[in-house]
């Protein structure tokens, strides 16, 4: 299952970004939504989860208030809108999908618990 991942560019300082993740409806629809982040020369980190229905979501600390994390359950995809961003932010973005119950809550940051994946698309930020 390939999870189609768009929406990252170069922006300046300030500015803002959506990133769009789809994926088939059969999966999209029992599956938990998750964006990770790789920057260069670093390793993989979690920026936000959003559960299935859309109505839990939970985001690591760097972000919060800035980025947003949502589901269109329709049209089978997931966004991240990013404002406010910072030369820090600049990264591949990844999406992925979980299917499995999550019983500990701990594990939503956890790039296991995921099993689906898609590619990176890059984010730059500009100072």
């Known amino acids: 299952v390939q999870l189609q991942a768009s929406g990252g560019g170069l922006v300046q300082a300030g500015g803002s970004l959506r990133l769009s993740c789809t994926l088939p409806?059969?999966?999209?629809?029992?599956?938990?939504m998750g964006w990770f982040r790789q920057a260069p020369g670093k390793e993989r980190e979690f920026v936000a989860q959003?559960?299935?229905?859309?109505?839990?979501?939970y985001y690591t600390d760097s972000v919060k208030g800035r980025f947003t994390i949502s589901r269109d359950n329709g049209q089978n995809t997931a966004y991240l809108e990013m404002n406010n961003l910072k030369p820090e932010d600049t990264a591949d973005y990844f999406c992925?999908?979980?299917?499995?119950?999550?019983?500990?809550?701990?594990?939503?940051?956890?790039?296991?618990?995921?099993?689906?994946w898609g590619q990176g698309t890059q984010v730059t930020v500009s100072s």
């Open positions: 992925a999908a979980a299917t499995t119950i999550l019983t500990d809550n701990r594990r939503r940051v956890d790039e296991g618990y995921y099993g689906y």
């Open positions: 409806g059969r999966i999209f629809s029992r599956a938990a």
């Open positions: 959003i559960g299935r229905s859309g109505s839990m979501t």
